[in-house]
Protein backbone atom coordinates (compact mmCIF):
# COMPACT_ATOMS: atom_id res chain seq x y z
CA UNK A 1 0.00 0.00 0.00
CA UNK A 2 1.58 3.30 -0.95
CA UNK A 3 2.18 5.94 1.14
CA UNK A 4 -0.52 8.85 1.30
CA UNK A 5 -0.50 12.89 2.98
CA UNK A 6 -4.19 14.46 3.66
CA UNK A 7 -4.84 17.65 3.24
CA UNK A 8 -7.74 19.68 4.44
CA UNK A 9 -9.76 22.35 2.94
CA UNK A 10 -12.73 24.31 3.83
CA UNK A 11 -13.41 20.98 5.67
CA UNK A 12 -12.75 18.48 2.79
CA UNK A 13 -10.07 16.21 2.65
CA UNK A 14 -8.01 15.57 0.11
CA UNK A 15 -5.41 12.04 -0.07
CA UNK A 16 -2.63 12.97 -2.26
CA UNK A 17 0.43 10.04 -2.91
CA UNK A 18 3.19 10.18 -1.45
CA UNK A 19 6.24 9.38 -3.87
CA UNK A 20 9.71 8.10 -2.22
CA UNK A 21 13.14 8.13 -4.03
CA UNK A 22 15.87 5.43 -3.42
CA UNK A 23 17.38 7.01 -0.65
CA UNK A 24 14.10 7.35 1.08
CA UNK A 25 13.76 10.81 0.68
CA UNK A 26 9.96 11.46 0.21
CA UNK A 27 7.47 14.37 -1.26
CA UNK A 28 3.30 14.50 -1.71
CA UNK A 29 2.74 14.51 -5.54
CA UNK A 30 0.20 18.30 -5.95
CA UNK A 31 0.12 17.27 -9.70
CA UNK A 32 -3.29 16.98 -9.72
CA UNK A 33 -4.43 19.70 -6.83
CA UNK A 34 -5.48 22.17 -8.79
CA UNK A 35 -8.03 19.94 -10.72
CA UNK A 36 -9.23 18.81 -7.60
CA UNK A 37 -9.16 21.74 -5.13
CA UNK A 38 -8.58 24.91 -7.37
CA UNK A 39 -5.79 25.99 -5.08
CA UNK A 40 -2.40 25.29 -6.00
CA UNK A 41 0.92 25.77 -4.00
CA UNK A 42 3.10 28.42 -3.33
CA UNK A 43 6.81 28.39 -2.55
CA UNK A 44 9.34 31.38 -3.56
CA UNK A 45 12.63 30.36 -4.75
CA UNK A 46 11.25 26.75 -4.61
CA UNK A 47 12.84 26.01 -1.65
CA UNK A 48 10.51 23.26 -0.64
CA UNK A 49 9.53 22.16 -4.24
CA UNK A 50 10.73 19.41 -6.37
CA UNK A 51 10.54 19.88 -9.86
CA UNK A 52 11.57 16.44 -11.01
CA UNK A 53 12.61 12.76 -10.34
CA UNK A 54 16.49 12.34 -11.28
CA UNK A 55 18.91 9.48 -11.49
CA UNK A 56 21.79 11.63 -11.83
CA UNK A 57 22.89 13.47 -8.44
CA UNK A 58 22.23 12.49 -4.66
CA UNK A 59 23.01 15.36 -2.12
CA UNK A 60 22.00 15.09 1.64
CA UNK A 61 22.12 18.31 3.21
CA UNK A 62 22.11 17.74 6.27
CA UNK A 63 25.15 14.86 5.90
CA UNK A 64 27.14 16.50 3.68
CA UNK A 65 26.97 13.89 0.83
CA UNK A 66 27.09 14.38 -2.33
CA UNK A 67 27.01 11.40 -5.17
CA UNK A 68 27.40 11.57 -8.97
CA UNK A 69 25.43 8.46 -9.99
CA UNK A 70 25.88 6.57 -6.77
CA UNK A 71 29.94 7.20 -6.54
CA UNK A 72 30.58 9.85 -3.76
CA UNK A 73 32.43 12.57 -4.94
CA UNK A 74 35.26 11.99 -2.54
CA UNK A 75 35.91 8.82 -4.64
CA UNK A 76 35.37 10.29 -8.09
CA UNK A 77 37.67 13.38 -6.83
CA UNK A 78 40.51 11.02 -5.70
CA UNK A 79 40.69 8.32 -8.65
CA UNK A 80 38.78 9.54 -11.75
CA UNK A 81 38.99 12.14 -14.93
CA UNK A 82 36.56 14.65 -15.80
CA UNK A 83 36.57 13.52 -19.05
CA UNK A 84 35.63 10.14 -17.25
CA UNK A 85 33.34 11.59 -14.72
CA UNK A 86 31.42 13.71 -17.79
CA UNK A 87 30.52 10.09 -19.55
CA UNK A 88 29.46 8.83 -16.04
CA UNK A 89 27.12 12.05 -15.84
CA UNK A 90 25.80 12.01 -19.42
CA UNK A 91 25.87 7.93 -19.89
CA UNK A 92 24.94 6.76 -16.25
CA UNK A 93 27.62 4.30 -15.74
CA UNK A 94 31.39 4.43 -15.62
CA UNK A 95 33.24 3.77 -19.09
CA UNK A 96 35.49 0.57 -20.42
CA UNK A 97 37.95 0.97 -21.55
CA UNK A 98 37.27 1.16 -25.15
CA UNK A 99 34.12 3.52 -24.31
CA UNK A 100 36.33 5.76 -22.98
CA UNK A 101 38.83 6.20 -25.48
CA UNK A 102 36.28 6.35 -27.80
CA UNK A 103 34.57 9.40 -26.03
CA UNK A 104 38.20 10.85 -25.47
CA UNK A 105 39.31 10.97 -29.39
CA UNK A 106 35.26 12.09 -30.22
CA UNK A 107 36.01 14.92 -28.18
CA UNK A 108 39.35 15.74 -29.57
CA UNK A 109 38.24 15.62 -33.06
CA UNK A 110 35.91 17.96 -32.26
CA UNK A 111 37.29 20.28 -30.30
CA UNK A 112 38.26 23.36 -33.57
CA UNK A 113 35.61 25.91 -33.95
CA UNK A 114 34.57 27.55 -37.15
CA UNK A 115 36.69 30.23 -38.09
CA UNK A 116 33.46 32.63 -38.78
CA UNK A 117 33.21 32.08 -35.07
CA UNK A 118 36.99 34.46 -34.45
CA UNK A 119 34.52 37.63 -36.00
CA UNK A 120 31.50 36.85 -33.43
CA UNK A 121 34.75 36.94 -30.78
CA UNK A 122 36.47 39.78 -32.59
CA UNK A 123 32.78 42.12 -32.20
CA UNK A 124 33.64 42.04 -28.39
CA UNK A 125 35.24 44.88 -26.75
CA UNK A 126 37.85 43.59 -24.61
CA UNK A 127 36.08 44.69 -21.32
CA UNK A 128 33.22 42.12 -22.23
CA UNK A 129 32.66 39.79 -19.32
CA UNK A 130 33.90 36.47 -20.31
CA UNK A 131 30.54 34.92 -19.37
CA UNK A 132 28.71 37.17 -21.72
CA UNK A 133 30.93 36.21 -24.21
CA UNK A 134 30.64 32.42 -23.76
CA UNK A 135 27.34 32.01 -23.55
CA UNK A 136 27.37 33.96 -26.83
CA UNK A 137 29.59 32.01 -28.04
CA UNK A 138 27.30 28.44 -27.08
CA UNK A 139 24.60 30.22 -28.67
CA UNK A 140 26.71 30.91 -32.08
CA UNK A 141 26.72 26.82 -32.42
CA UNK A 142 22.86 27.24 -33.22
CA UNK A 143 23.97 28.99 -36.51
CA UNK A 144 27.01 26.59 -37.09
CA UNK A 145 25.09 23.72 -36.72
CA UNK A 146 21.66 24.03 -37.29
CA UNK A 147 20.61 20.26 -37.07
CA UNK A 148 21.10 20.59 -33.44
CA UNK A 149 18.00 23.24 -33.30
CA UNK A 150 15.54 20.29 -33.45
CA UNK A 151 15.96 18.16 -29.69
CA UNK A 152 13.43 15.56 -31.21
CA UNK A 153 16.54 14.44 -33.87
CA UNK A 154 18.20 10.78 -33.73
CA UNK A 155 19.77 9.87 -30.40
CA UNK A 156 23.04 10.03 -33.00
CA UNK A 157 22.29 13.59 -33.77
CA UNK A 158 21.59 14.45 -30.43
CA UNK A 159 24.97 13.08 -29.04
CA UNK A 160 26.63 14.49 -31.76
CA UNK A 161 25.60 18.12 -30.55
CA UNK A 162 26.77 16.53 -27.19
CA UNK A 163 30.08 15.65 -28.06
CA UNK A 164 30.63 18.94 -29.88
CA UNK A 165 29.57 20.97 -27.12
CA UNK A 166 31.78 19.15 -24.40
CA UNK A 167 34.81 19.54 -27.37
CA UNK A 168 34.36 23.48 -28.04
CA UNK A 169 33.78 25.04 -24.46
CA UNK A 170 37.50 24.73 -23.44
CA UNK A 171 38.28 26.33 -27.02
CA UNK A 172 35.40 29.08 -26.09
CA UNK A 173 36.55 29.54 -22.56
CA UNK A 174 39.98 30.35 -23.51
CA UNK A 175 39.07 32.41 -26.56
CA UNK A 176 36.74 34.46 -24.15
CA UNK A 177 40.17 34.88 -22.09
CA UNK A 178 42.23 35.88 -25.05
CA UNK A 179 39.74 38.72 -25.92
CA UNK A 180 40.10 40.01 -22.64
CA UNK A 181 43.63 40.28 -22.42
CA UNK A 182 44.08 41.50 -26.30
CA UNK A 183 46.59 38.60 -27.39
CA UNK A 184 45.77 36.36 -30.31
CA UNK A 185 43.48 32.86 -29.66
CA UNK A 186 45.30 29.43 -29.81
CA UNK A 187 43.97 26.50 -31.75
CA UNK A 188 43.27 23.62 -29.69
CA UNK A 189 46.46 20.89 -29.36
CA UNK A 190 44.45 17.21 -29.32
CA UNK A 191 47.65 15.82 -28.19
CA UNK A 192 46.99 17.15 -25.17
CA UNK A 193 44.42 15.88 -22.64
CA UNK A 194 41.46 17.86 -21.74
CA UNK A 195 42.81 20.10 -19.50
CA UNK A 196 46.65 20.43 -20.54
CA UNK A 197 45.10 21.70 -24.03
CA UNK A 198 43.00 23.95 -21.95
CA UNK A 199 45.70 25.43 -20.24
CA UNK A 200 47.70 25.68 -23.94
CA UNK A 201 44.90 27.97 -25.28
CA UNK A 202 44.74 30.41 -22.16
CA UNK A 203 47.91 31.02 -21.72
CA UNK A 204 50.23 29.97 -24.43
CA UNK A 205 51.89 33.12 -26.63
CA UNK A 206 53.20 33.67 -29.72
CA UNK A 207 56.81 32.33 -30.38
CA UNK A 208 57.13 30.86 -27.10
CA UNK A 209 56.76 27.12 -26.07
CA UNK A 210 53.90 26.88 -23.70
CA UNK A 211 54.02 23.04 -21.68
CA UNK A 212 51.22 23.23 -18.91
CA UNK A 213 52.30 21.84 -15.58
CA UNK A 214 50.81 18.38 -14.50
CA UNK A 215 50.49 20.14 -11.18
CA UNK A 216 48.29 22.78 -12.77
CA UNK A 217 46.45 20.34 -14.92
CA UNK A 218 45.88 17.79 -12.19
CA UNK A 219 44.18 20.23 -9.87
CA UNK A 220 41.74 21.78 -12.82
CA UNK A 221 40.74 18.38 -13.55
CA UNK A 222 39.70 17.79 -9.60
CA UNK A 223 38.00 21.46 -9.38
CA UNK A 224 35.95 20.14 -12.59
CA UNK A 225 34.97 17.29 -11.69
CA UNK A 226 33.74 18.97 -8.33
CA UNK A 227 31.63 21.21 -10.26
CA UNK A 228 30.23 18.65 -12.44
CA UNK A 229 26.71 18.41 -11.42
CA UNK A 230 24.99 19.67 -8.31
CA UNK A 231 21.24 18.30 -8.66
CA UNK A 232 18.60 21.12 -9.46
CA UNK A 233 20.59 24.14 -8.26
CA UNK A 234 19.57 27.55 -9.91
CA UNK A 235 21.49 27.06 -13.70
CA UNK A 236 20.43 23.60 -14.00
CA UNK A 237 16.95 24.36 -13.41
CA UNK A 238 16.93 26.97 -15.89
CA UNK A 239 18.68 24.40 -18.91
CA UNK A 240 15.99 21.97 -17.86
CA UNK A 241 12.97 25.05 -18.31
CA UNK A 242 14.38 26.38 -21.32
CA UNK A 243 15.19 22.67 -22.49
CA UNK A 244 11.69 21.75 -21.94
CA UNK A 245 9.90 24.29 -24.18
CA UNK A 246 11.70 21.64 -26.92
CA UNK A 247 14.77 24.33 -27.36
CA UNK A 248 17.72 23.15 -28.61
CA UNK A 249 20.87 21.70 -26.06
CA UNK A 250 22.94 24.71 -26.95
CA UNK A 251 20.12 27.26 -26.20
CA UNK A 252 19.62 25.21 -23.21
CA UNK A 253 23.38 25.23 -21.68
CA UNK A 254 24.04 29.25 -22.66
CA UNK A 255 20.74 30.23 -20.43
CA UNK A 256 22.43 28.42 -18.24
CA UNK A 257 25.65 30.10 -18.27
CA UNK A 258 23.84 33.00 -17.65
CA UNK A 259 22.07 32.01 -14.75
CA UNK A 260 25.49 30.64 -13.18
CA UNK A 261 26.81 34.03 -13.71
CA UNK A 262 24.89 35.78 -10.69
CA UNK A 263 26.99 36.73 -7.50
CA UNK A 264 24.98 34.39 -5.41
CA UNK A 265 24.92 31.33 -7.71
CA UNK A 266 28.35 30.53 -10.10
CA UNK A 267 29.22 33.97 -9.88
CA UNK A 268 30.41 33.91 -5.98
CA UNK A 269 33.61 32.81 -6.48
CA UNK A 270 35.09 35.68 -8.17
CA UNK A 271 33.39 37.70 -5.56
CA UNK A 272 34.62 35.80 -2.73
CA UNK A 273 38.57 36.98 -3.43
CA UNK A 274 36.95 40.48 -4.68
CA UNK A 275 35.44 40.43 -0.61
CA UNK A 276 38.76 38.61 0.91
CA UNK A 277 40.62 41.23 -1.40
CA UNK A 278 38.74 43.99 0.35
CA UNK A 279 39.20 42.49 4.14
CA UNK A 280 42.90 42.40 3.38
CA UNK A 281 42.97 46.43 1.88
CA UNK A 282 41.02 47.35 4.76
CA UNK A 283 43.79 45.92 7.16
CA UNK A 284 42.55 42.07 7.77
CA UNK A 285 39.92 42.83 10.40
CA UNK A 286 37.62 39.56 9.50
CA UNK A 287 35.74 40.62 13.24
CA UNK A 288 34.26 44.01 11.51
CA UNK A 289 32.65 41.85 8.46
CA UNK A 290 31.64 39.48 10.30
CA UNK A 291 29.08 41.95 12.37
CA UNK A 292 28.84 43.53 9.04
CA UNK A 293 27.61 39.86 7.56
CA UNK A 294 25.03 39.55 9.87
CA UNK A 295 24.12 42.95 10.44
CA UNK A 296 20.46 42.98 8.40
CA UNK A 297 21.02 46.73 7.71
CA UNK A 298 23.94 46.15 5.58
CA UNK A 299 23.85 44.15 2.13
CA UNK A 300 27.46 42.46 3.14
CA UNK A 301 27.12 38.76 2.72
CA UNK A 302 29.76 36.09 3.58
CA UNK A 303 30.34 35.38 0.00
CA UNK A 304 31.40 31.60 -0.28
CA UNK A 305 29.36 31.13 2.79
CA UNK A 306 25.60 29.27 3.06
CA UNK A 307 24.12 26.76 0.75
CA UNK A 308 20.48 26.01 -0.19
CA UNK A 309 20.96 22.59 0.71
CA UNK A 310 23.95 21.90 2.90
CA UNK A 311 23.38 22.69 6.38
CA UNK A 312 26.20 20.67 6.98
CA UNK A 313 30.29 21.28 5.83
CA UNK A 314 29.54 21.48 1.18
CA UNK A 315 31.63 18.46 0.96
CA UNK A 316 33.43 19.77 -2.05
CA UNK A 317 34.59 22.75 0.23
CA UNK A 318 36.57 20.34 1.72
CA UNK A 319 38.14 18.28 -0.76
CA UNK A 320 38.73 22.02 -2.46
CA UNK A 321 40.66 23.95 0.76
CA UNK A 322 42.68 20.62 1.15
CA UNK A 323 43.79 20.28 -2.68
CA UNK A 324 44.25 24.60 -1.54
CA UNK A 325 46.91 23.91 0.73
CA UNK A 326 48.80 20.91 -1.34
CA UNK A 327 48.48 23.22 -4.55
CA UNK A 328 49.77 26.32 -3.15
CA UNK A 329 52.74 24.13 -1.73
CA UNK A 330 53.54 22.63 -4.76
CA UNK A 331 54.16 25.64 -6.74
CA UNK A 332 55.60 27.57 -4.49
CA UNK A 333 52.66 30.50 -4.12
CA UNK A 334 52.17 32.06 -1.11
CA UNK A 335 48.37 33.60 -0.33
CA UNK A 336 47.60 36.05 2.44
CA UNK A 337 44.19 36.10 1.46
CA UNK A 338 44.28 32.03 2.13
CA UNK A 339 45.24 32.93 5.49
CA UNK A 340 42.61 35.46 6.10
CA UNK A 341 39.45 32.81 4.25
CA UNK A 342 41.27 30.55 7.01
CA UNK A 343 40.38 33.40 9.65
CA UNK A 344 37.07 33.85 8.75
CA UNK A 345 36.48 30.56 8.21
CA UNK A 346 37.26 29.75 11.99
CA UNK A 347 35.75 32.64 12.53
CA UNK A 348 32.10 31.74 10.95
CA UNK A 349 32.00 28.57 12.91
CA UNK A 350 32.22 29.20 15.97
CA UNK A 351 29.88 32.53 15.63
CA UNK A 352 26.39 32.09 16.76
CA UNK A 353 24.50 33.44 13.85
CA UNK A 354 26.15 31.25 11.41
CA UNK A 355 26.13 28.39 13.86
CA UNK A 356 22.03 28.84 14.44
CA UNK A 357 21.53 29.18 10.58
CA UNK A 358 23.89 26.28 9.45
CA UNK A 359 26.17 28.85 7.16
CA UNK A 360 29.22 26.59 6.53
CA UNK A 361 31.69 26.86 3.39
CA UNK A 362 30.53 26.01 0.25
CA UNK A 363 32.02 25.18 -3.11
CA UNK A 364 33.09 28.48 -3.90
CA UNK A 365 34.53 30.24 -0.77
CA UNK A 366 38.22 28.13 -1.51
CA UNK A 367 38.18 27.35 -5.05
CA UNK A 368 39.35 30.78 -6.25
CA UNK A 369 42.34 30.83 -4.25
CA UNK A 370 43.09 27.26 -6.28
CA UNK A 371 42.35 29.24 -9.63
CA UNK A 372 44.11 32.62 -8.70
CA UNK A 373 47.24 30.34 -7.52
CA UNK A 374 46.57 28.37 -11.62
CA UNK A 375 47.07 31.56 -12.79
CA UNK A 376 43.45 32.22 -13.71
CA UNK A 377 41.75 35.78 -13.64
CA UNK A 378 39.19 36.45 -11.52
CA UNK A 379 36.32 37.33 -13.88
CA UNK A 380 37.31 33.81 -15.67
CA UNK A 381 36.72 32.10 -12.01
CA UNK A 382 32.68 31.31 -13.16
CA UNK A 383 33.89 30.44 -16.82
CA UNK A 384 35.80 27.83 -14.85
CA UNK A 385 32.68 26.65 -13.11
CA UNK A 386 30.86 26.89 -16.20
CA UNK A 387 33.42 24.18 -17.80
CA UNK A 388 32.93 21.88 -14.99
CA UNK A 389 28.95 22.04 -14.56
CA UNK A 390 29.04 21.19 -18.00
CA UNK A 391 28.18 17.85 -18.39
CA UNK A 392 25.84 18.25 -15.42
CA UNK A 393 23.72 20.47 -17.54
CA UNK A 394 23.89 17.92 -20.92
CA UNK A 395 22.98 14.83 -18.75
CA UNK A 396 20.34 16.89 -16.71
CA UNK A 397 18.75 18.66 -20.50
CA UNK A 398 19.24 14.63 -21.75
CA UNK A 399 17.31 13.18 -18.49
CA UNK A 400 14.15 15.51 -18.64
CA UNK A 401 14.07 15.34 -22.74
CA UNK A 402 14.45 11.28 -22.54
CA UNK A 403 11.22 11.34 -19.63
CA UNK A 404 9.01 13.14 -22.23
CA UNK A 405 8.68 15.69 -18.98
CA UNK A 406 6.38 18.82 -19.81
CA UNK A 407 7.38 22.20 -20.81
CA UNK A 408 7.79 23.86 -17.25
CA UNK A 409 5.05 26.99 -16.30
CA UNK A 410 4.83 27.55 -12.80
CA UNK A 411 1.54 29.42 -11.40
CA UNK A 412 0.93 32.55 -9.32
CA UNK A 413 -1.06 33.32 -6.80
CA UNK A 414 -2.12 36.98 -8.47
CA UNK A 415 -2.47 40.24 -5.52
CA UNK A 416 -2.91 43.19 -8.27
CA UNK A 417 -5.76 45.43 -8.77
CA UNK A 418 -9.05 44.08 -9.27
CA UNK A 419 -11.46 44.80 -12.21
CA UNK A 420 -11.64 48.12 -13.12
CA UNK A 421 -13.23 50.16 -16.60
CA UNK A 422 -10.52 52.42 -18.43
CA UNK A 423 -10.66 56.08 -18.30
CA UNK A 424 -9.91 58.15 -21.22
CA UNK A 425 -6.77 59.93 -20.62
CA UNK A 426 -8.26 63.33 -20.36
CA UNK A 427 -10.96 62.08 -17.46
CA UNK A 428 -7.50 60.90 -15.39
C1 LIG B 1 26.44 27.77 -5.44
O1 LIG B 1 22.14 25.33 -5.30
C2 LIG B 1 23.32 24.88 -5.51
O2 LIG B 1 23.55 23.69 -5.45
C3 LIG B 1 24.39 25.92 -5.89
C4 LIG B 1 25.81 25.40 -5.99
C5 LIG B 1 25.99 24.46 -7.17
O3 LIG B 1 26.93 23.64 -7.12
O4 LIG B 1 25.24 24.64 -8.20
O5 LIG B 1 26.18 24.72 -4.80
C6 LIG B 1 26.80 26.55 -6.22
O6 LIG B 1 25.75 28.62 -5.95
C7 LIG B 1 26.93 27.90 -4.00
C8 LIG B 1 26.39 29.20 -3.29
C9 LIG B 1 27.27 30.38 -3.73
N1 LIG B 1 26.71 31.64 -3.20
C10 LIG B 1 27.28 32.32 -2.20
O7 LIG B 1 28.26 31.94 -1.57
C11 LIG B 1 26.62 33.67 -1.89
C12 LIG B 1 26.47 33.82 -0.36
N2 LIG B 1 25.47 32.85 0.09
C13 LIG B 1 24.10 33.32 0.18
O8 LIG B 1 23.70 34.38 -0.56
C14 LIG B 1 23.08 32.22 0.48
O9 LIG B 1 23.60 31.45 1.47
C15 LIG B 1 22.62 31.34 -0.67
C16 LIG B 1 22.16 32.14 -1.82
C17 LIG B 1 23.71 30.42 -1.10
C18 LIG B 1 21.46 30.49 -0.13
O10 LIG B 1 20.44 31.35 0.15
P1 LIG B 1 19.04 30.81 0.74
O11 LIG B 1 18.99 29.33 0.79
O12 LIG B 1 17.93 31.53 0.01
O13 LIG B 1 19.13 31.23 2.23
P2 LIG B 1 18.62 32.63 2.77
O14 LIG B 1 19.11 33.73 1.89
O15 LIG B 1 17.17 32.51 3.05
O16 LIG B 1 19.44 32.72 4.16
C19 LIG B 1 18.94 32.14 5.36
C20 LIG B 1 19.47 33.05 6.47
C21 LIG B 1 19.11 34.52 6.26
O17 LIG B 1 19.10 35.11 7.53
P3 LIG B 1 17.64 35.31 8.30
O18 LIG B 1 16.73 36.02 7.30
O19 LIG B 1 17.17 33.89 8.60
O20 LIG B 1 17.95 36.12 9.52
O21 LIG B 1 20.92 33.01 6.46
C22 LIG B 1 21.43 34.30 6.16
C23 LIG B 1 20.30 35.08 5.51
O22 LIG B 1 20.47 36.48 5.74
N3 LIG B 1 22.54 34.08 5.22
C24 LIG B 1 23.70 34.75 5.27
C25 LIG B 1 24.47 34.18 4.23
N4 LIG B 1 23.77 33.23 3.62
C26 LIG B 1 22.57 33.17 4.22
N5 LIG B 1 24.14 35.73 6.08
C27 LIG B 1 25.41 36.17 5.82
N6 LIG B 1 26.20 35.68 4.86
C28 LIG B 1 25.78 34.69 4.04
N7 LIG B 1 26.57 34.22 3.10
Known sequence: MSKTAELKIDGKTYTLPIIEGSENEQAFDVSKLRGDTSVITLDPGFKNTGSTKSAITFLDGEKGILRYRGYSIEELAEKSSFIEVAYLLIYGNLPNPEELQAFQNDIKYHTLVHEDIKKILEGFPSNAHPMGVLSSLVTSLTAFYPESLDPNRSSEAVNMSI?????????????AYKNEVGHPVNYPDNKLDYCSNFLKMMFALPAADYDADPVIANALDKLLILHADHEQNCSTSTVRIVGSSQASLYASISAGINALWGPLHGGANSAVIEMLENIKKD????????????????????????????KNFDPRAKIIKKAADEVLDKLGVKDPVLDIAKGLEYEALNDEYFV?????PNVDFYSGIIYRALGIPVDMFTVMFALGRLPGWIAQWKEMRENREPIGRPRQIYVGENVRPYTPVDKR
Open 283 to 310: GGDTKKWMAKAKDKEDPFRLMGFGHRVY
Open 356 to 360: ERKLY
Open 163 to 175: IRIIAKMPTFAAW
